[in-house]
Structures are given as structure tokens and as C-alpha cells.
């Protein structure tokens, strides 16, 4: 198996879909931006820079659940320990790992002594071993968990940071606000993909950890799905190349960010994520990357030029950290214009691909809207929401999202978002649908409006 220390940078890239041409008065810029990252890992790429992904290597802490109610039905607690073990057996060797059992406060099982293991076929059997010696009973507090997590991740040098986290209740004891300030304090620390299984968690809670921690979130409604669904997971970490990727935006005189967003593969807003980074500009954390692609959707308001003028409205670059303290690498770069016209046709023109993620963001709302509505009787707006949904995920192709749908809504029409609320609707199917609202489908590329 590979070693991370042998890996490499995957090479970016970056593409800028939009319409440059605002009429006169205009002020609003909006764009799409497109970044992939090919050829990391033993395939290709740049060697890594010092002290980046290769470097240092990487480290992975599986947080497992084991509060009383893992034990109801005990086929949980059964099927968390198979999941975890399947993992472990797809830990890269070389790869650093602990597992941490999780209650009213957080235990590390293995390896022990406050740090990490590295992963090989012992270390793989002797934390197996210690997997089965897993017992429920106690209480929830998430934020201990994620603490003791990144305790664990900062104890060596690390470059790709990850954690896994499985829960199936809520996070009754502690306080909001003590999750609130461990999530803060864990941020920037690693990323963590977050799971629920069965249907006694809290979807805002677990869909909140992994946003605030750049990963992912999913319901595993049967703990005989687990395995595959942690195994694909840790497959997915390993794949990581490069941590800690920023998105730079640098903006000109009199100009200002309207948002930032991630709209493919998930929606997540980075726009209250910026840090400072210089004159204009700020940054914007997209966390780990390996082989893959993501769309990032930026608004600019800039100043009104007048008709025949242009300017640049923004530079979108992305950039790792130099681990000396230097200035930052970049990998990729963007840049998004904009021009004034007298032309009708030319201005009101929508970019195809800013048309279809502001209809997958409003398609997220509806659905989060839509089953709120319902929760609290509200069946007028909870139509209306719904039907907008599913007339939304029929028209720009998300079937994902228009499958889960009708599992809580009877399609009546689809293209007019003509629904009846179905009387009786499994928490799993409602839970399920909450949980992927904000995962998108990419548009398909069309010839770029602007080129760099």
C-alpha cells in the first residue's frame, strides 16, 4: 500500500463560467468557479511542498459511539464495531490513526497514552482487538469527542488531519454552546465526516458538526449498511493529497464580497468563514483535497463603471500555506470581469451554470422549508415548499434529491410542483431527505463566457 509520505500535490485548476455584461447602473457580478484537482497521490502531480500533505503524512481519529443507547437494539453497537474495524483495515499503511470510544466524555481505545498509532498489519490487528472490548453505556457529549480528537491529531506533525465521527443520539450532555465552542476550537485542526445511524439523532446537530469541520454528513438508517459506508469513507480520506487549502479573493477599489459558496458536490456558504489576508483580499477555507472537483459560486458587487467600460471584479486563486511562514503557494487562479453595456440582450443574459446552482440552492431551501413546515403542522407551506422542491429537482435533473422526495410527497405533476402530502411518512425517509437537501448535481460545462 501507498505511503503518504511518498505522494504528491495534485495539480489544480481553475475556470470562471459567467456573463460579464451588467447594464447601466448594474453593480452585480456573479460567477461560477470550477476547480479540479487531477494527478495527486503515486500518479502524477507536483512533488509536495515541504510540510504539505507528503510531507509529514497523515492521521485519521474514528470517534465511535458508545452511549447506552448503542445498545437498543444491540445490532448497533454490533455494527458500529464491524464498520470501525473495516475501516481500520482500510487505514493506509504508514498512515497515523487512534479510535476514540465516545460517551458523556471521550476514551481513547487505541492505541492508548495520548497519541497516535501507525498503521500497519499489527497496529491493524491490535486496534481490531480492542474494538472488540467496545461496551455501551453513559451519556452524549459530542464536543469532548472532537477535543480529544484533535488532542490526539496534534500530538505529531501532521498534513492531512481527518476525523470520522458515528453517532445515533443527541447531544444531551452538554450545552450548545460548549459543542459550539469545541467546533470552534477544533476548526481548522482536521476535517471530520459525521454519520448518524438509525433515526433517534438530531440531523441539525450531526449536518452542523460537518459543515463547521469541512466534511461530510449521511444517515445510516441500518447499522448492517455501516461497514460499506465507513469503509467508503476512510477510502475517501485516504485519497486526500493536500490539506488546508485556501480560496483567495481579491477584490479592487470600492468593490465588496457578496458571498462565497460551495454549490457542487454540497452547498456549504464559506462567506462568514473569510479571514484577512492582505490589501482587498481574503481567504476562505475549502479544507482537504485529493483527486476531485468542486464549483464555487461568487458574487461581487462592484462600482458602476459606465457604459463601454470594464474592470476586473475579482481574482479567485487557490493557494496552500507555506509551512516556513512564507507567502502562500498558488495553485490555481481565476479571474472574473466585468463590463457595461447599452445592449439588452448582452445584460440580461444568465450564465447557464449560475442559473442552474441558484436553482440547486433555492432547491436545498425549499426542501429544509418544506419539512420544517410539516414538522409543525403547517401543511399550506409545507406544499408550497415541497412542490416548489420537487418542480426544482425535475427541472435541473437532480434525481437524488426528486427520489427522496417522493417518499414524503405524492407527485402529482412534477413540472408544475403539483404535490399532496403523504399521510403517513418513515422517519428514516424524512431524516434521509434532510440530511442530502444540499447535496447538487453539476451542470454540465458549456463553452466559457470568459477566459482567463
Not at 504508514?94 to 458523556?104: E, I, K, L, N
Not at 444531551?172 to 448518524?196: K, N, V
Request: proline share 5%; with cysteine; charged share 20%.
Amino acid at each position: 500500500m501507498a505511503n503518504f509520505a511518498k505522494s504528491y500535490v495534485p495539480q489544480f485548476s481553475a475556470e470562471v463560467y459567467q456573463n460579464p455584461y451588467l447594464p447601466m447602473g448594474g453593480r452585480e457580478v456573479n460567477a461560477i468557479v470550477a476547480v479540479t484537482a487531477t494527478g495527486g497521490g503515486t500518479t502524477g502531480g507536483r512533488p509536495v511542498v515541504p510540510g504539505g500533505a507528503g510531507g509529514p503524512g497523515a492521521g485519521v481519529v474514528i470517534m465511535v459511539d458508545c452511549s447506552g443507547s448503542m445498545d437498543h437494539p444491540p445490532a448497533k453497537l454490533g455494527g458500529a464495531r464491524e464498520a470501525t474495524a473495516a475501516a481500520v483495515d482500510t487505514v493506509r499503511d504508514g498512515v497515523a490513526f487512534a479510535v476514540v470510544a465516545g460517551t458523556h466524555r471521550a476514551a481513547e481505545i487505541y492505541p492508548g497514552g495520548g497519541g497516535l498509532a501507525v498503521a500497519d498489519a499489527v497496529t491493524r490487528a491490535q486496534a481490531k482487538d480492542a474494538l472488540r472490548r467496545l461496551t455501551a453505556g453513559g451519556g452524549t457529549a459530542i464536543g469532548s469527542w472532537l477535543r480529544l480528537a484533535g488532542k490526539l491529531l496534534s500530538s505529531r506533525r501532521l498534513g492531512i488531519r481527518h476525523g470520522i465521527l458515528l453517532t445515533d443520539g443527541r447531544n444531551e450532555h452538554e450545552s450548545p454552546g460548549d459543542l459550539r465552542a469545541a467546533l470552534d476550537d477544533c476548526f481548522g485542526s482536521f476535517t471530520c465526516d459525521a454519520r448518524g445511524v438509525g433515526t433517534d439523532w438530531d440531523v441539525k446537530e450531526v449536518t452542523a458538526i460537518a459543515s463547521a469541520l469541512l466534511g461530510s454528513a449521511d444517515i445510516v438508517a441500518d447499522p448492517a449498511h455501516l461497514t460499506a459506508d465507513f469503509t467508503r469513507m476512510m477510502e475517501t480520506a485516504m485519497g486526500k493529497e493536500v490539506a488546508d487549502v485556501g480560496m483567495r479573493v481579491w477584490t479592487p477599489q470600492g468593490a465588496e464580497i457578496v458571498w462565497v459558496k460551495q454549490v457542487a458536490p454540497t452547498l456549504e456558504d464559506l462567506t462568514g468563514r473569510r479571514t484577512e489576508s492582505g490589501p482587498r483580499s481574503g481567504d476562505y477555507p475549502t479544507g482537504s483535497w485529493g483527486n476531485e472537483s468542486r464549483d464555487y459560486h461568487v458574487c461581487v458587487r462592484v462600482p458602476d463603471a459606465g457604459i463601454g467600460r470594464g474592470m476586473l471584479a475579482a481574482r479567485v486563486s487557490l493557494i496552500i500555506s507555506a509551512p516556513d511562514g512564507g507567502p502562500p503557494q498558488t495553485l490555481s487562479q481565476g479571474l472574473v470581469r466585468a463590463v457595461w453595456t447599452d445592449d439588452p440582450a448582452a445584460s440580461t443574459a444568465i450564465d447557464p451554470q449560475v442559473a442552474h446552482y441558484t436553482g440547486q440552492a433555492e432547491l436545498a431551501q425549499a426542501i429544509q422549508q418544506g419539512l420544517d413546515a410539516r414538522k409543525s403542522g403547517n401543511r399550506d407551506l409545507a406544499l408550497a415548499k415541497l412542490g416548489r422542491a420537487v418542480q426544482l429537482a425535475s427541472a435541473s435533473g437532480n434525481a437524488g434529491s426528486a427520489k427522496l422526495l417522493a417518499k414524503v410527497v405524492d407527485v402529482v405533476d412534477a413540472a408544475t410542483g403539483t404535490v399532496r402530502l403523504k399521510a403517513k411518512v418513515a422517519d428514516a425517509d424524512e431524516m434521509t431527505l434532510e440530511t442530502r437537501s444540499t447535496k447538487t448535481v453539476r451542470v454540465t460545462k458549456q463553452p466559457k463566457k470568459c477566459r482567463d
